[in-house]
C-alpha cells in the first residue's frame, strides 16, 4: 500500500478542535484536507488490491499452464481475497482443481455418430454415447461444423467393463494362430455379452471344428466326436462328419484287433520254438481264440507242459527219496510252475519244507 | 461486488462512526451496503438482523462482520447488507463445509462397536453447544456456486439410511433442534421390509425434509463383477435415472436435483448423463468437507456413524483449512 499518503487523523482532530473553539472556516479547511487525504488512501487502497490481485492471478496462470496446480490454486485463491468477484480467477480456480469432464468435438462432413464414436472413444460401439450426448434427434442432423460436448471416460473406469474390442483383438490373434483352446472362452464371453456378433460365432463353430480334427488326427475319435456335437447344426451340419468318423473309428478298431493277434501269435510261435512253454502259453492266450490255430496250439502247449511237470515231480521224487530235500524241492517248484493247478506238487513242497524246518531243529 | 470498494466504504463508515459516536448518544447512518448503528439497551443481534436484513436468522452476519458474539448498549455496529466474504476466504485459509452422511442410523451387527457412544441426539446436541450451524443443501448449493454467504461454521446432515430408522430416530431430533436434513432416496427401497413407506415419505415432506435421489446399487454390483458392457450400463442409467427422479419429483413435490453417488463413487460418464438428465450435483457416499470451489459433480460427504462419539464426531466436521493467502 503507498505509505506516502499522510495520516488524516490530524486534521481531523485540529477540525473538531476549530469547530469547538467556533472557528469554523478553519474547521471546514481541516475538514476538507482530512477528506481530500481520505479520498487518496482510499485510492491507494483501492489501487493496491486491485495489483496485488492481478498480481496473483498472473503468477496462478503460469502455475496452471507450468502444471503446478497446488500452486495455482493458491495464487487464484489469493486473487480472489483480494477481489472477490474476479471471475477469471474463479473460473481458472475451477479448472485448475476440477477435473475435465468433456471433450469437444468439431464435426466433420460425412460424420456419422460411429466415426465420431470412433475418432473419439476409439470404439464404433460407443455411437449410443454420442447419440445421447449429442442431443440430436437424428444423424442427418449432424451438420459439418457443429460442436459436439461428450463426456470423457476415464481409463480406470472403462477398464471396469467387459472390452469388445480388446477381446475380440485377443480372439482374432488366438484364431489366427489356431489356438483355438484359446478362442473358445474368449469368443463364447464375446457372444454371451454380444449374442448376435456374428464374429465370434463363426469362432467358436470353427474352433470346435478345428479341435475336432485335431483330436481326430490324434485318433481319439470319441473325444473328436463330442467337439462336432458343440457346433451349432445351424453353422455346419456335423452330422455326415460324425457318420464318418464313427466308420473310420469302426474299421480302424478292426485293424486293430487284427494287428494284436499276430504279435502276441508270433510271440507265442517264437517262445515255443526257444522251448520256453509258459511264457508262449501267456502270448496265445492274448490271441482272440478265433485266430489261426492259436486253440490248437494252447492245446498242444498244455499237454506239453503237463509232461514237463510231471518230468520235473519225478525228479523231485528221486532227489526226496535220497534225502536230497533241497533239490527235491527245486523239482518240485520247476513241477508247480508248468502246472500251477496241481495240488499234489504244492502239498508236497510243503512237507519238504516242514521236514527241512525239524531236521535243522535237531541240528 | 467489489471486496476494495466495499473496504473503502468501511473505512469511511467507521470515520463517520467515530466522528458521530462523539457527538450522539445513538444515531443511525447508512450507505448502499452498510448501517452504522449505535446499539441501545434492547438492542440484540436478532432484533438488528430482523430491522436491517429482514430475517432474525441472520444475526451470524451481523456477528461475524463485527466479530462479536453479542451486543451491549452504546456499541457502533456495522451491519453489512450485502454479502462480506462468500467464498469463506481470508488472509489464514478458506472455509470448508462437511456434509454429514448417516448412512445407518440404526445400529446393525455389522456397525457395532463396544465402547460407549453417543446416540443421534447427543450428536445433534454436540453441534448445537459448539455453535455448528446446520444449513440445507440448497443453501450449501448456493455457496458452493460462489453466490453466497454461509456461516463460518456450517454443516450440512444428509441421510443415505431408507429404513423407519428415519421416522423414528432422526426426524424427531431433527424437528427438536430445528436441523435441515436431506434424505437421499431409492425408490427401491420404498415399501420394502423396514424400509419407508410411501406415507412416510409424505410424512417427512410434511415436516420439511428434503427428498432426493439416491442410486440402486445393483447397476454398480454389476459393473464390479464385469458382468455388463459399457453400453449395457449405460443403458441401465438411461433407464433407472429418470424413473427415479420422476417418482422422487411425483413424492416430493419438488425438483431432484441432486444424487447420491453408489458406493464405488462416481463416474464423468455418470455425472455427465445426472448433468445431462437436470441434476445439479452428485454426492460422494464418503470423502472430505468440501471449500467453494468443489466439484458439483463429486461434492464429497462425510460418513458418520450412530456410534461416532463426540470426540469422535469432532475429528469430522472440519470447518477450515489453514492456507497462507498473502
Redesign the interface.
Known sequence: MDSSVPSLIPY?LKA?DYEKNNELQLALTNWRIAEAL?NE??RA??EH??NNAEKHFQRGLTCLNDGLIDQAR?EF??T??????HSDA?KC??KA???K??IEYTVKKDDSFKTIANQVYKNN??N??VA??S?LESEKDLVEGLVLSL????VE??K???N?HKEMALARKYFKDKDFIRVLPIAENIVK??PDNREAVFMINSSYDGLAEALFKKQKYNDAIDMLKMIDPKFRNVKPRIMEIQGIQARHMATDTENKNAAHYRDGRDFFKKEMYIESLKAFEYVDSGYADVVDKIAELNAIMKNESEIHYRKGVKHFLNEKLDEAILEWEKALAFDPENLKVQKDIDNAKQLLKKIDEIK | MKWNSSYGSWIVLVCVAMFFGCMHDSFEYSTGNYVVVETIKTDTLETLAGKYLNDTGKAWVISEFNKIKDIKPGQKIIVPLQPFNIGGIGPEGYQLVPVLNYEKLKPTQENQVPEPVASFEQQMDYLKKNNFQVISFTWFMEFLNYTCQIPEKSLVITLDDNTRAVMDIALPVLEKYGYPATLFLDPANVGTENGLSVEDLYALKEKGMAIQCRAGWAIDADVESKKITLNQYFEALKKEIPRSKAYIEEISGSPCLYYALPPSGGNNLLNQFLWKSGFKASLTMDGEANPFFADHFNIERVTISPYDSAGNLATKLSVFRKMELK
Open positions: 481531523q473538531i481520505m488512501r482510499i487502497l483501492t488490491i486491485g493458491l485463491l489469493t480472489l481475497r483480494y477481489e472477490s468477484d474463479l480456480l475451477r482443481v476440477n477435473p469432464r468433456t460401439n460407443q449410443i454415447l445421447f450426448f442431443g463426456p470423457v471416460l476415464e473406469f472403462t471396469r467393463f467387459f469388445y455379452h454380444m
